[in-house]
């Protein structure tokens, strides 16, 4: 280690080179470590998705599930259930429509906020 004001060693100087060398590498390394894994993470899972979109996609599959299982439900009950069924598959999208407007709603007063 050098006093202030005194020239610093060779292998001091050297180490120095060194040590900003190694960590430019490192930084660099890392970047690109990040920027690959981003590729191949929207290469398999698709791009990434906002709130608003993720909630609709879910409500849309839950949708799309209690009506496959109204429809099973109605074939094993017979002819009797089926009217309560149809009603029960309307309420489903109805409820399913309010839901999706209430999020469209939230999520356009919030842009409005910002």
Same mark, same amino acid.
């Given at each position: 280690m050098a006093i202030y004001g005194t020239p610093t060693a060779a292998y001091e100087s050297a180490t120095n080179v060194a040590a900003d060398a190694y960590s430019s590498a490192t930084s660099m390394i890392?970047?690109?470590?990040?920027? =690959? /894994?981003?590729k191949a993470s929207s290469a398999i899972y698709g791009p990434e998705q906002g709130a608003v979109e993720s909630a609709q996609a879910r409500l849309s599959k839950a949708v799309a599930s209690?009506? =496959?299982?109204?429809?099973?439900? =109605?074939?094993?009950?017979?002819?009797?259930?089926?009217?309560?069924?149809?009603?029960?598959?309307?309420?489903?999208?109805?409820?399913?429509? /309010?839901?999706? /407007?209430?999020?469209?709603?939230?999520? /356009?007063?919030?842009?409005?906020?910002?």
């Open positions: 890392a970047e690109n470590v990040a920027a =690959a /894994s981003s209690a009506k =496959a299982r109204l429809a099973e439900f =109605a074939g094993a009950a017979g002819e009797g259930a089926s009217d309560t069924v149809s009603r029960a598959s309307a309420g489903v999208d109805d409820f399913a429509s /309010s839901v999706s /407007s209430a999020i469209s709603s939230a999520s /356009s007063h919030l842009k409005d906020e910002l």
